[in-house]
């Protein structure tokens, strides 16, 4: 019964990518690769972090709208820079802010953003800064930012970036299309 309810639920995740992303073989292949990953780290998630992840060597920080209000946190962090990526305009003055408008949802495009995501990065790593990205949940799009930014920073394929961010924050979880326009991005 249960190998009968986890095909028929692949099945369902692979029509929607049909349907809503245009997905070829190829590309749902590597999407449910990316999931079996997510299912491989399943049990390390116990509640949703109550800071802010370490990604990437303390300059790197990756969480949610509490996160990126906080500024006793953003304080203690040292953050310079924040990638904001939900529809809410952030208030904070003292930081560089980088804002992607979007919601979570199945029609949100962050593919287009991922070159001034990257370069926002960049500089602020260059600059000895320490950035925070952040969604409203800390778990969808900041996670793809964060995806996007790894592939980039160490040239890696999109299995060694999520598996590298659950590794250091197991609640990452895109949605389908965010993990269809990450392999796209890695072609």
Partial sequence: MSFLKT???????????????????????????????KKQHSNRVTALHQQASDILDSWLFQGNWQH??????????????????????LSNQSQQILHIPSRDSL?????????????????????????????????????????AYLMHYNKWTVLQAYDYLLARRPEASPNLVLLLQLARYEK
């Fill in 68 to 89: 990126a209000n906080d500024s006793v946190n953003l304080k203690s962090l040292s953050i310079t820079h924040i990638i904001n990526v939900t529809d809410k305009v």
């Fill in 107 to 147: 029609s949100v495009d962050l593919l287009k953003s991922f070159h001034a995501t990257n370069e926002f990065l960049d500089q602020c790593h260059q600059q000895g800064g320490r950035a925070l990205v952040h969604c409203q949940r800390g778990v969808s799009r900041s996670s793809t930012i964060v995806i």
């Fill in 7 to 37: 095909s028929t639920l692949q099945n369902k995740r692979e029509k929607r990518l049909r349907e809503k992303g245009e997905a070829t073989d190829t590309e749902i292949v590597y999407v449910n690769s990316m999931i079996q990953l």
